[in-house]
């Protein structure tokens, strides 16, 4: 697993890779960027104001259709995801995160990747806090992976986060996600 200085330094390498390399002229990451140079601790869900998720675009192979869970705290359809947990890699914490929270199987980062740790989408956005955890509202700085598995595998979602997960057509991810939505489009 990385070491924190580690951590910083490849989420810093993976940021500038993403702006230079595949994020639309809109996308600055602003705070994701001055959180990193800052030196905040991203990997622990502590800090504020925001700190660091991965989650996953599970798709059929076709396209057709995407992997999607009811989140029991945010109160709608999302992608698979959380915060982000020690890996070799990035994209094996969204991956975790995915079968966790689904139970999804065959699950294999998709072609597009290149076999890198290169996200998919960078997200950062407002989340509502827990009271429970007695956590305020901040914001999630989600690398997004885009993954492929097979919709007939049976799913069995993790009913303490989940109140479901189902595969449903994929133009719903338009709604939940309009930058992962267009750069899917591309792809097709």
Do not use: C
């Not at 990193?36 to 057709?64: C, K």
């Not at 290149?114 to 690398?143: A, C, M, T």
Request: hydrophobic share 35%; net charge negative; glycine share 6%.
């Amino acid at each position: 697993m990385p070491s924190p200085a580690d951590f910083l330094g490849d989420l810093t390498q993976i940021v500038s890779r993403y702006l230079s390399e595949d994020a639309t002229s809109r996308e600055m990451l602003s705070l994701l960027r001055w959180q990193i140079g800052e030196g905040h601790a991203l990997d622990q869900r502590t800090t504020l104001p925001g700190h660091l998720t991965t989650s996953a675009f599970i798709v059929a192979p076709d396209h057709s259709q995407i992997l999607l869970i009811d989140h029991i705290t945010i109160g709608r359809w999302l992608q698979p995801g959380g915060h982000y947990e020690p890996a070799e890699h990035f994209y094996q914490s969204a991956a975790r995160e995915a079968v966790e929270e689904t139970g999804v199987t065959g699950l294999t980062l998709h072609p597009w990747h290149l076999g890198q740790d290169r996200p998919f989408v960078i997200d950062s956005h407002d989340v509502p806090g827990k009271p429970s955890r007695n956590e305020p509202p901040h914001i999630h700085h989600d690398l997004q992976y885009l993954f492929v598995a097979d919709p007939s595998a049976p799913l069995v979602h993790q009913a303490e986060e989940v109140h479901a997960a189902k595969w449903t057509p994929i133009a719903a991810l338009d709604e939940i996600s309009p930058k992962g939505a267009a750069r899917l489009k591309t792809l097709r």
